[in-house]
């Protein structure tokens, strides 16, 4: 456990993000502020703040362009998204998903009055393994959310064929898997529909921001409905929607953003590379597997460390400044408002019990130079190598 109080921890994020030397997990990318604050000035200009806006059209048309896929609902976050997600599709019951992601994949379940059913992962890729979906499957499931863990691709044909036998939707958290490809066919594509996050963390930001991609017209239509709280047109509400519409601000730092994501993939890429490059052999160590067949956006730089040894990892890298962070830990089924259901239970999550045992993010951003992350490769072979071999006991 951590000792540091909560403000002396936000005192030393502070001074360490401001103080030059210190590597955050990740860090935003913005592009320069002058083209955003000609975007400013339009928005002035016409006084459309809100409500499928100009920029926000744009932005829509733009996204399913470069993303492949057929439509996009622009949303204000990826949580309203999902909350939205599973109100289009009308999800009651139970839905089976996965405790190895962030908290809010769970939480939207929740929040529709569904329950959460844990499914374990599959050890390689960490994503929902789907040889463990159909125990779980009672009559109360009406659909399975998987997430794209890291930006791998979930095992989408295999999950495609479990929900059409059993005749349950998919939805998938695709926060992490921002212009994902699988043998040029985006990611994105597959099951009912994906939600995106463009969260500061996230690889395409609008500070806030989310979006449904969907390929059916008509669900297209009914998420654009929710969103304005369920209005179809100025007197009929079809729904009882939410208010979760992204303002002109966030649509025009999109439009923006997409002038440079792909280059920032290519440095993540040349990055992550590097590490892997650096980071190869060290006994005790594993990288995530990358399967070559992706085309990959390189969101985050997990590894994963031996039994015992991941915490003091993070706590070595903290002295120096450096701020990885323990994605995901703990498992979602270990949060009390989930961990009394009877899927939460650790005999049911084995590979996931282990994952979040070991994971550790290492930093992971387009600006970070090369010799930031030997700086990381240098704390994470020192601590490892003493780890496995010196001393093993004092750390444990
Ligand atoms: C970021 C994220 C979310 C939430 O998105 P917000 O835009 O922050 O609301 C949900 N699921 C996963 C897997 C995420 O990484």
């Not at 000792?3 to 860090?27: I, P, Q, Y």
């Not at 930001?205 to 669900?219: F, P």
Request: net charge negative.
């Amino acid at each position: 456990m951590d000792t540091m109080s909560k403000d002396d921890l936000l005192n030393t994020f502070e001074t360490a993000h401001s103080s030059g030397d210190a590597l955050m997990v990740t860090r935003p990318d913005l592009p320069p502020l002058e083209e955003f604050t000609a975007y400013l000035e339009k928005i002035w200009d016409r006084k459309w703040l809100t409500n499928n806006g100009l920029f926000h059209r744009q932005l829509e048309e733009r996204l399913a362009d470069y993303l492949g896929v057929g439509h996009v609902s622009l949303f204000s976050n990826g949580t309203l998204a999902l909350l939205s997600a599973l109100q289009v599709l009308r999800i009651k019951g139970e839905v089976i998903t996965t405790p190895y992601s962030f908290v809010a994949t769970s939480h939207a379940l929740n929040w529709n009055g569904i329950t959460p059913v844990f499914c374990d992962i599959d050890p390689l890729t960490l994503n929902l393994d789907p040889a463990r979906i159909e125990a779980l499957i009672t009559p109360n499931t009406t659909a399975i959310l998987p997430v794209h863990v890291y930006g791998n691709p979930a095992d989408v044909r295999e999950i495609e064929r479990i929900a059409d036998v059993y005749g349950l939707k998919v939805i998938y958290d695709a926060c992490h898997a921002f212009g994902v490809r699988e043998g040029r066919e985006s990611i994105l594509n597959y099951g009912d529909l994906s939600v995106l996050s463009f969260h500061a963390t996230k690889i395409f930001t609008t500070m806030e921001g989310g979006a449904i991609v969907t390929n059916d017209a008509k669900l297209k239509q009914r998420i654009d409905y929710i969103k304005n709280f369920g209005f179809a047109d100025e007197t009929t509400v079809m729904a009882p929607g939410i208010n979760g519409k992204m303002n002109e601000m966030q649509a025009a730092l999109g439009l923006l953003q997409l002038k440079y994501v792909d280059e920032r993939i290519r440095a993540r890429e040349r990055l992550s590379r590097l590490y892997r490059e650096l980071l190869a052999g060290l006994p005790g160590l594993t990288l995530l597997h990358r399967a070559p067949e992706v085309e990959h956006n390189w969101a985050y730089f997990p590894v994963f460390v031996e039994e015992g040894g991941r915490d003091a990892l993070y706590g070595a890298l903290r002295e120096r400044n450096i701020y990885a962070r323990r994605y995901f830990y703990p498992l979602i089924s270990h949060f009390p408002m989930y961990r009394g259901l009877p899927s939460a239970v650790p005999e049911n999550l084995p590979v996931a019990e282990a994952a979040a045992q070991k994971v550790i993010c290492l930093p992971l951003y387009p600006a970070m130079e090369e010799a930031d992350v030997e700086r990381v490769c240098g704390v994470v072979a020192s601590v490892i190598k003493s780890y496995s071999y010196s001393e093993p006991e004092s750390v444990i």
